[in-house]
């Protein structure tokens, strides 16, 4: 088990550029998660999908953030144009569809908008 | 709204001293609590849980975790703090999703002191 893989680690980008983070579920998992890590607001979640169907967006910040999930071993998380005050980082974790089966996280992407 | 609170930012402990890390939740339908620890540049990886039954329980790393229902309060404790144990600890709760919907709190900094 290879566990949740995000890409990239690390992502330095300009104010106005297009931002896309990725992100590999745990194979079997029927949920996933997209969370953002702040100073200011700690570890807040985005969206979150169930069998790659959207179910919760209401924590994306604005319409500059958009997430898809085209198939079950693949998820993005798009920022366009990115801000400074988007930098933090982003996580993405999985889970089974089990109340006892423990959240799964990758190790984010620290992303640094300047 | 739902909300977790963990009131200390810090803590500082001295290695071989025990360990006591709080979190209070809002009342809700019935939790599903959980802690996670988080090292420097890693994701968050699950300590413990607590679903239903004995409502002290046991973790991962020595560590374990008491629900007080009365308290509103699942409090992480440990008997004896290692110097590895220098990371963030999360308290996290699930009101009944059942599917790792979690909220979290804002995070404590450990730190061991030789």
């Known amino acids: 088990d290879a566990g949740v893989i995000q890409s990239p680690r690390h992502e330095v980008t300009e104010m106005g550029q297009e931002v896309t983070l990725r992100c590999k579920p745990i194979?079997?998992?029927?949920?996933l998660f997209w969370y953002r890590q702040t100073m200011m607001r700690g570890l807040e979640l985005l969206i979150y999908?169930?069998?790659?169907?959207?179910?919760?967006d209401s924590g994306m910040p604005e319409d500059r953030f958009s997430a898809k999930m085209p198939n079950a071993s693949f998820s993005t998380l798009k920022i366009q144009p990115s801000e400074p005050r988007d930098s933090a980082v982003y996580f993405c974790?999985?889970?089974?569809?089990?109340?006892?089966?423990?959240?799964?996280f990758g190790n984010g992407t620290r992303l640094t908008v300047t | 709204a739902q909300s977790v609170t963990q009131p200390d930012i810090h803590i500082t402990v001295s290695e071989g001293a025990s360990l006591e890390l709080r979190c209070n939740y809002s009342?809700?339908?019935?939790?599903?609590l959980f802690w996670y620890v988080q090292s420097p540049g890693q994701g968050l990886q699950l300590l413990l849980k607590?679903?239903?039954?004995d409502t002290l329980v046991q973790g991962i790393k020595g560590f374990e975790a008491e629900f007080k229902r009365s308290q509103s309060s699942f409090n992480l404790r440990k008997p004896s703090v290692h110097w590895s144990d220098a990371a963030e600890y999360f308290c996290?709760?699930?009101w009944g999703t059942g599917f790792q919907k979690l909220v979290f709190g804002t995070g404590t900094r450990l730190l061991v002191s030789p």
């Open positions: 999908f169930n069998n790659n169907v959207p179910i919760d």
């Open positions: 607590y679903f239903s039954g």
């Open positions: 009342y809700g339908a019935t939790p599903y």
């Open positions: 194979s079997g998992h029927d949920y």
């Open positions: 974790a999985s889970s089974r569809d089990r109340g006892d089966s423990p959240l799964h």
């Open positions: 996290a709760v699930d």
